[in-house]
C-alpha cells in the first residue's frame, strides 16, 4: 500500500527566507507526482507536476525535485513571501492504485512579513 | 477558461434526505474522480470514471453513488445523507490516465445535521 509522508507538519518562517518541503513514498513504481497548494477551506492549485521519469521541474521560485529510487521529492521555494502562506501537498500516482492521487498529510506554511 | 466547477460550494442538510452535488469539467478529459477531505484523514478518493459508463469504486465508496453519463459531467450522489459524511468534497479531471496533470473543483463543504 503507497504510503505519502510530509515533513514537516507545519513550518513558520520570516519573508525572504529560501525554504525546502519534504515528501516521501513507500512504493517508488509511481508515473508521477503532484504538489499542490491548498489556501485555507479552498481548493487544490496544482503547482508542479513530475513525471517518473523527470528529476526535477521548475515554475518561477518553486522548484520540486523527485527522487524516485530513494522516494523522495522536495518542493523548494525561493525567496518566499507572505502570499505563499498555505498548506502544501504532494499526492503520487500509480494506475495500480485507481488511478488516483495518494496524498500527503500536506506542510502548512507560514510565511511572517 | 479551463476548469473543473462544483455545485453547490457550500450545503446543510438533514439526515436522510438526498441530495447531489455536481461537477463539470470543459477540458474535454476522459478521467474524473471525487474526493473527499477530512481532518486528520487528509484526502481520499470516492469514485473514479475512466469514461463515459465507466466507474468505479475508490478507498471509500460507501454512502455514495455516481453516475458518467456525459464526458464533462461526474455527479456526486449522497441517496441517504449520515453525520459522517460531513466533509470538504472535491471533484477532479485529468486527460487520461497515469501521466496527466489532475485538475481539482473548488469544493463542497457538505453539511449533515
Known amino acids: 500500500k503507497q504510503e505519502v509522508t510530509q515533513i514537516p507538519a507545519a513550518l513558520s518562517v520570516p519573508e525572504g527566507e529560501n525554504l525546502v518541503l519534504n515528501c516521501s513514498f513507500t512504493d517508488s513504481a509511481i508515473y508521477n507526482l503532484q504538489w499542490f497548494r491548498q489556501d485555507p477551506g479552498k481548493g487544490l492549485t496544482s503547482l508542479l507536476l513530475i513525471q517518473s521519469s523527470q528529476r526535477e521541474q521548475t515554475s518561477g521560485r518553486l522548484n520540486a525535485s523527485l527522487d524516485k529510487s530513494s522516494g523522495r521529492s522536495t518542493l523548494y521555494i525561493a525567496a518566499s513571501q507572505p502570499g505563499d502562506s498555505a498548506t502544501y501537498l504532494c499526492a503520487v500516482r500509480r494506475l495500480e492504485y485507481g488511478n488516483k492521487l495518494v496524498f500527503g498529510a500536506g506542510t502548512i506554511l507560514r510565511v511572517k512579513s | 477558461e479551463a476548469q473543473v466547477t462544483q455545485n453547490p460550494r457550500y450545503l446543510i442538510t438533514v439526515t436522510g434526505k438526498k441530495l447531489t452535488v455536481t461537477c463539470s469539467q470543459n477540458?474535454?478529459?476522459?478521467?474524473m474522480s471525487w474526493y473527499r477531505q477530512d481532518p486528520g484523514l487528509g484526502l481520499r478518493q470516492i469514485y473514479y470514471s475512466m469514461n463515459v459508463e465507466v466507474t468505479d469504486k475508490g478507498d471509500v465508496p460507501e454512502g455514495y453513488k455516481v453516475s458518467r453519463k456525459e464526458k464533462r459531467n461526474f455527479p456526486l450522489i449522497l441517496e441517504s445523507p449520515s453525520p459522517n459524511q460531513t466533509s470538504l468534497y472535491f471533484c477532479a479531471s485529468s486527460l487520461g490516465l497515469a501521466v496527466d496533470e489532475q485538475f481539482f473543483g473548488p469544493g463542497t463543504r457538505l453539511t449533515v445535521l
Open positions: 477540458m474535454n478529459h476522459e478521467y
